[in-house]
């Protein structure tokens, strides 16, 4: 059985940071492609960061110099650190792996950026 379970979300002044992370079982880790999306209220579910299994990171322009996604394979988790938070940043943010056809959730964790 396939889990992705996000951790580290909640109330974050703005400018300040916070960090996620995504605890998997049940994949081969190492193959996947994790991907952190974020979904804000009223609007589409967004990239936010993906990391390959080999670690080759993509950002979408929105977070870049400001979010780091990596990953430890010997733990199957992925994380993402968020500095410089603003309030546009909020929503729930969910873990994502693919890897050949295959397309794993997590049930998300929300980030709320309020002061």
């Known amino acids: 059985q396939v889990q992705l379970e996000e951790s580290g979300g909640g109330l974050v002044q703005p400018g300040g940071s916070l960090g996620l992370s995504c605890a998997t079982s049940g994949i081969i880790f190492s193959s996947f492609t994790m991907g952190w999306y974020r979904q804000a209220s009223g609007k589409r579910r967004e990239l936010a960061a993906a990391?390959?299994?080999?670690?080759?990171?993509n950002y979408a322009d929105s977070v870049k110099g400001r979010f780091t996604i990596s990953r430890d394979n010997a733990k199957n988790t992925v994380y993402l650190q968020m500095n410089s938070l603003k309030p546009e940043d909020s929503a729930v943010y969910y873990c994502?792996?693919?890897?050949?056809?295959?397309?794993?959730w997590g049930k998300g964790t929300l980030v709320t950026v309020s002061s």
């Open positions: 994502n792996a693919r890897f050949s056809g295959m397309n794993y």
């Open positions: 990391i390959t299994g080999g670690g080759s990171a």
